[in-house]
């Protein structure tokens, strides 16, 4: 039996339903179905109490930034929830030291930047779980400061990782640099345009045996999951539009 506050419950039961509402529009704005894009919801910072009460509420995918605090999220929810069916994505910054823990507990990592860090997570993840969904980071706008192979190296990734044993290629991640207010809805658009325009030239490039599982998109955030809906993602990373601003 749950013992998720039900109060937290009903709250999230109407911010999921708006956010569903609001990814619907944009899907049939864009003549594209709404269930073709999966609604991931970031949890970093966020309590136990609070990612129960979201999976009570509806949510199934959970993203979060820091490893340990993201392991001990998972081992605590298994423990409330034993029989639960939530996916747990790893959506960031990934260190050298950290690649076990990521490779033992995730069902997916999206922020892959380079070959040393997916050959670990392929020697780690453990010979009786099923092979670790990857994304691979790209920094589609080249921001100096900000993780991601660039757009060039992304083919030569693609294929290396398709070729490992433990994982399996998945798709393309990125977090565009924010614009301005003021920017048009083209430049809005045009960094997730260009990612989609990358996803579609690694796919038709890749074996066909991986070509069938290379089906995900990961872009879109709060403030901009519209536009990255527009331009073909497949699944975007909501926090703040579930859960309130950060304090």
């Given at each position: 039996m749950s013992n998720a506050n039900p109060c937290l419950v009903t709250t999230y039961i109407?911010?999921?339903e708006q956010v569903k509402s609001q990814i619907s529009s944009a899907c049939q704005a864009h003549h594209r179905v709404p269930a073709s894009v999966c609604l991931m919801a970031a949890t970093k910072t966020h309590a136990v109490p609070v990612i129960q009460a979201a999976f009570e509420a509806g949510m199934r995918d959970f993203g979060e930034n820091y490893v340990q605090e993201g392991v001990d999220k998972i081992v605590a929810l298994q423990q409330l929830l034993p029989n639960h069916s939530a996916h747990w994505h790893f959506i960031g910054p990934i260190q050298s030291n950290k690649t076990r823990l990521i490779a033992e507990h995730f069902d997916w990592v999206h922020s892959v930047d380079r070959l040393?860090?997916?050959q670990r997570l392929s020697e780690q993840r453990p010979e009786n779980q099923p092979a670790l969904n990857i994304c691979l980071q790209v920094n589609i706008s080249h921001e100096p400061s900000k993780r991601g192979c660039t757009p060039s190296e992304a083919l030569m990734l693609a294929l290396a990782v398709s070729q490992m044993p433990h994982l399996r290629l998945r798709g393309l991640m990125a977090i565009?640099?924010?614009?301005?207010?003021?920017a048009s809805e083209q430049e809005q658009q045009a960094p997730f345009l260009a990612m989609h325009t990358?996803?579609?030239q690694i796919k038709s490039t890749l074996p066909n045996n991986t070509q069938?599982?290379?089906d995900t998109l990961s872009m879109g955030m709060s403030a901009d999951y519209q536009h990255a809906i527009a331009a073909g993602s497949t699944m975007v990373r909501i926090g703040s539009a579930l859960f309130g601003e950060r304090t």
């Open positions: 109407e911010r999921l040393k860090i997916a565009p640099a924010p614009l301005a207010e003021s990358l996803f579609n069938a599982h290379f």
